[in-house]
């Protein structure tokens, strides 16, 4: 019951946690320590907002979260966050951590098994 109340209080305040200072990191706890469909919900509310998804790439933490957007997320919706993702690949290359991001993207494969390989790839290799 606790653990059910702090996700839904992390998905329907994620815009404000994410934007924090160390918000991101508590995202990817959070995703990293619940099931598959919590992680889900969290991941959908990652990406409903297009300027949050390419903010939480810049993060230190961002990579571990986004590869984790990417493997929940079914086919079309992960093709959706990869495309914005890769159209704020100029804001995204500014930053050190979001140029991990988009090398774990590529340029080809968007939404595919490719995309989704290669980011958990990157994740792995950052760890």
């Not at 606790?2 to 160390?22: D, F, H, K």
């Not at 790439?57 to 990417?70: N, T, Y």
């Not at 951590?97 to 494969?109: C, W």
């Amino acid at each position: 019951e606790q653990q059910y109340r702090c996700l839904r209080t992390i998905e329907q305040n994620i815009g404000a946690i994410a934007r924090s200072p160390s918000g991101v990191s508590v995202v990817e706890a959070a995703m990293q320590h619940t099931c598959s469909l919590d992680r889900l919900w969290l991941a959908r509310a990652i990406v409903q907002d297009p300027e949050l998804l390419p903010h939480v790439a810049q993060a230190r933490h961002g990579l571990g979260v986004i590869s984790q957007v990417v493997e929940v997320l079914p086919e079309r919706e992960c093709a959706r966050a990869c495309q914005v993702l890769m159209e704020a690949g100029a804001k995204l290359r500014t930053s050190r951590y979001g140029e991990k991001v988009l090398a774990s993207l590529g340029t080809y494969g968007l939404g595919s098994v490719d995309a989704v390989g290669l980011v958990r790839a990157g994740a792995e290799q950052d760890d």
